[in-house]
């Protein structure tokens, strides 16, 4: 089994069902990036509310030597959490947006 292409599936279609969800304010829309040469996937917001435009990272993840690092996590539970759920364990996962010295206390990968 292709871990690295389950991976990059198991990303892909999560961040697919992140995007389902609009904002309830302003004229906001969700929209999905996936580099899949690099493989580097993201989830961001762009619109306007009101007067404001928006243009916010929500997820940023990138498959780095076999491992899933999160690199940008703006979701209430955590894609983490959801990775967990969906079967990738947890030395699989770096939460790269944590400083180095700290993961070994976060029950993920180091690096």
Known sequence: MDTRLNYQTLIENILLDYAQYKPAYGEIE??????????????????WDNKKYVHDCIIHVELINDKIWIQYDGTEEGIATDLVEAGVPKYDIVL??????LRQYTGFAEK
Do not use: A, H, W
């Open 30 to 47: 969700p929209q999905v990036v996936f580099d899949e040469p690099r493989v580097r996937y993201t989830l961001l917001e762009m619109g």
């Open 96 to 101: 790269g947006f944590r400083p180095q010295k």
